[in-house]
């Protein structure tokens, strides 16, 4: 909607146009008024007592209106007065009653239940192998076998649909990183506990860089040898004690030969090496702290596990503790986030 504005009047150009414009060189007057002195003012009054002299405005006496008019104001204000009581009246008796009076349960607006509420905020559920359900379970695809699907896991990890955490999902398993890591690299080649074999890598980390060129955080995946172990509960469960008993059996000097990190040179303390549970799944959990060669501390969690078709696999999460620092609890989250599949393709 547009506002609708007069031009003010145009300046007058010159004197023509404005007799009292005062002159180049010419002083301001100012025009007469009662109680004030002007020159000649006295002179003037004594030679014209009670009249109009030159230069004083006459003062027009105010005419008094006859009793005809005051009739008509009276009759005018008495009916104002009396359509303002109809109105209050009117108010009164029928405005306020409607607003007091209840409105009837049809009229209402709805109010959402908790229940409901939670239902349409929860997203659902992704369709990758480690989200879908047993419905959902392509041809040809081998199920997940019995037993796996009771492990819940820690309930610290990136909520479903969480923005700010990305999957990454394996033939197998999945883990989940910051979506703002977008370096994608690999970090050398680490080994089976078990059997010395080469571990291929993938790794998702941050862009900004270390004084060694490594992220500054960054997670891990590890695999070799799929199906190794079968997919036979008890053996899988066999394997992955067999990998606790093992590092908890390693002298300490030797135990960080085995833990991909970032490049420690001192000060390199561990947990003890031991089975947690994680969702559909259990894994061999080892957190250390080092020092790198700048003398800056380094943070990190690495998990060796057996997927529940007996691949062995490696997960883990490094960092400087400054990153950590600022990014609290991120460090915890991601490392609950590994999980295995409801299913996996065969081949």
Known sequence: MSNNYSAPPPPP????????????????????????????????????????????????????????????????LGAVAAVVIVALVAVFAWVIPTFAKPQSQDTLPPVATSQAAEESAAPEESATPSDATADDVPAGAIPLPPGWADLKGPATVPAEGDALFSRFVTGESSFQYPTSWTLDDTFGITTDPTTGTPMQQKAQGTEERDGDGIALAYAFFAEAEEGKYGKEPEKVQGAIKEIEAKFKAMPAAELPQHLVGHRCTSNFETTTPEIREFRRTAAVVIGFTCLNARGETIQAVNLFSVTPWGTPQ?????????????NPDQLELIANSYRANRWKLEG
Not at 25 to 53: C, F, I, V
């Open 13 to 76: 150009r010159d004197a023509e146009d404005n007799p009292r414009a005062p002159q180049p060189g010419q002083q301001h007057s100012q025009g007469p008024y009662p109680g004030q002195q002007y020159p000649g003012n006295e002179d003037t009054q004594a030679r014209y007592p009670g009249q109009q002299y030159p230069g004083q405005y006459a003062q027009p006496s105010a005419p008094q209106p006859p009793d005809s008019n005051k009739k008509t104001l009276f009759i005018i």
């Open 314 to 326: 490696m997960v883990g999460v490094s960092g400087h503790s400054t990153y950590w620092e600022a």
